[in-house]
C-alpha cells in the first residue's frame, strides 16, 4: 500500500508561484507512473500533469509552458513547479500514483490517492 502525502498548497496572487511536493511511502517509487490531478469546487476532477516511470510528462493543455513536473526517485518525491498561476488554477491538487501499464492521464489508471492540497489563486 502506498501512501502519498501532498505538500507546498496556499494562497498566492495572480501571476505567483507555488511548488507543490508529493512524498511516496513506497522505496520502489521509481516503477511508479506519478500524475497530479485538480478538482475545483462544483468541477470534476482533472488531468493536469504527468511523469512516467521512464520520464515522459504529459500536460494538460491549461497549465502547459507554466507548469513542469518532476521526480526525484532517490527522495521518492514527485514535484510540481506552478509558475504564472491564475484564478482558474484554484482547486484541491491530488498527487497520484500507478502501476498501470497505459496512459499516464487517465485518472482510472491511478491506484493510490493522496488527500489533496488546497491551491487558491487570488486576483
Known amino acids: 500500500q502506498v501512501q502519498l502525502v501532498e505538500s507546498g498548497g496556499g494562497l498566492v496572487q495572480a501571476g505567483g508561484s507555488l511548488r507543490l511536493s508529493c512524498a511516496a511511502s513506497e522505496r520502489t517509487f521509481s516503477v511508479y507512473d506519478m500524475g497530479w490531478f485538480r478538482q475545483a469546487p462544483g468541477k470534476e476532477r482533472e488531468f493536469v500533469a504527468a511523469?512516467?516511470?521512464?520520464?515522459?510528462?504529459p500536460y494538460a493543455g491549461s497549465v502547459k509552458g507554466r507548469f513542469t513536473i518532476s521526480r526525484d526517485n532517490a527522495k521518492n518525491t514527485v514535484y510540481m513547479q506552478m509558475n504564472s498561476l491564475k484564478p482558474e488554477d484554484t482547486a484541491v491538487y491530488y498527487c497520484?500514483?500507478?502501476?498501470?501499464?497505459?496512459?499516464?492521464?487517465?485518472?482510472?489508471?491511478?491506484?493510490?490517492w493522496g488527500q489533496g492540497t488546497q491551491v487558491t489563486v487570488s486576483s
Open positions: 497520484a500514483a500507478s502501476t498501470v501499464v497505459g496512459t499516464t492521464i487517465l485518472s482510472t489508471n491511478y491506484n493510490y
Open positions: 511523469i512516467s516511470r521512464s520520464g515522459v510528462t
